[in-house]
């Protein structure tokens, strides 16, 4: 696997800026850059299970290892799904990805959020392309209604 990351600065506050990114509607709309009608099932919360998947029901699963609000999330991948069922040999078994979102107020009142993540070799062109777009689409979000 390979460590990458993405970050943006977002002129809304932090508060608004989270609530874009963990909201189940707004979720849908900033994650469309990965599948067009993406969507999360389960909680945020720490120790909680989260599934991520497209309307075909091709995705992955998720720990939430930390969640502090407002500030940090750190998310274990331990699974895919496939035609919305896990797949029993799926490599992340036995080595779980992982995913952190850093939130960081700014000196204007806006946000800085980076996103550390794994990537696959096989997906490395495909997070490259696509999470620059989501977080563009986040921020539109986020500052949209600020």
Known sequence: MTDLEFSIDIAAPVARVWDCMFDPLAYRDWTSAFAE??????????GRRLRFL?????????VVDE?????FVAL????????GRPLPDSRLHKEPAHERYVFSPTATG??????????????LDFLKATWPQALQRLKALAESTH
């Open 54 to 62: 497209d309307p075909r029901g091709f995705g992955m699963e998720a």
């Open 67 to 71: 969640n502090r609000l407002h500030e």
């Open 37 to 46: 009608g993406s969507y999360f099932e389960g909680s945020w919360a720490a």
């Open 110 to 123: 806006g946000t800085h959020l980076v996103v550390h993540l794994q990537g696959w070799d096989g997906f």
């Open 76 to 83: 274990r991948l331990v699974g895919e799904i496939k035609d």
